[in-house]
């Protein structure tokens, strides 16, 4: 039933004006920052019950150290008791950075990037985290040409994980949990 007084809508703009050099970096940062930020999802869970004495924690980073600008975490989600999925993107295209810097490939440490958590195992998935990334078969398309070869997985290593321009990489880890003070 409209009572005819219609609806208060309230919304904000951001205008970036910037060179063409450098529009895509600072836009890409901007909008991880203003519109992809990390929600927070609360759940009740087994931990230590909050109570109202407890000295308030006003600030955390479930990080150890700060990613490199060029990477965005889209994922972290628990997946199991001793399991977490992980799906990391690279933001950039190769060209897109004037400078250069942020387009080029970035290789992260995993193994102890995470306070709440140290990775024990890592594995590949697809983008879906549906099938392992080795079990995967990809369609075979052949051009003018000829057909498109796409490289095999290699051994995955925690502690150097490769992400290139545009790519997002999505991994199972089995994880051992930290005590938090």
């Known amino acids: 039933m409209d009572s005819g007084t219609g609806k208060i809508v ?13 529009a895509a970096e600072r836009h890409r940062l901007l909008v991880e920052k ?30 150890c150290q700060d990613l490199p600008p060029q990477v965005h975490l889209l994922t972290l989600a628990r997946w199991g008791p001793k399991m977490v999925l992980l799906r990391l993107e690279h933001q950039f295209a190769v060209t897109e950075d004037s400078r250069g810097n942020l387009s080029s490939p970035v290789t992260l440490n995993l193994q102890n990037l995470f306070q709440a958590f140290i990775i024990t195992h890592l594995m590949e998935t697809t983008l879906a985290a549906n099938q392992p990334l080795s079990r995967a078969s990809r369609l075979k398309w052949i051009t003018n040409t000829g057909p ?21 990489r999505t991994f199972v880890a089995r ?4 005590e938090f003070s």
């Open 34 to 63: 203003e519109v992809l930020a990390p929600q927070v999802v609360l759940a009740q869970g087994d931990g230590i019950p909050y109570y109202s004495q407890a000295a308030p924690r006003m600030q955390f980073s479930g990080l």
């Open 10 to 22: 309230r919304g904000r703009h951001l205008v970036l004006l910037s060179s063409v050099s450098d």
């Open 175 to 178: 994880v051992q949990w930290q």
């Open 148 to 168: 498109t070869s796409y490289p095999a997985p290699s051994k995955l290593d925690p502690t150097s994980v490769t992400l290139q321009p545009m790519e997002i």
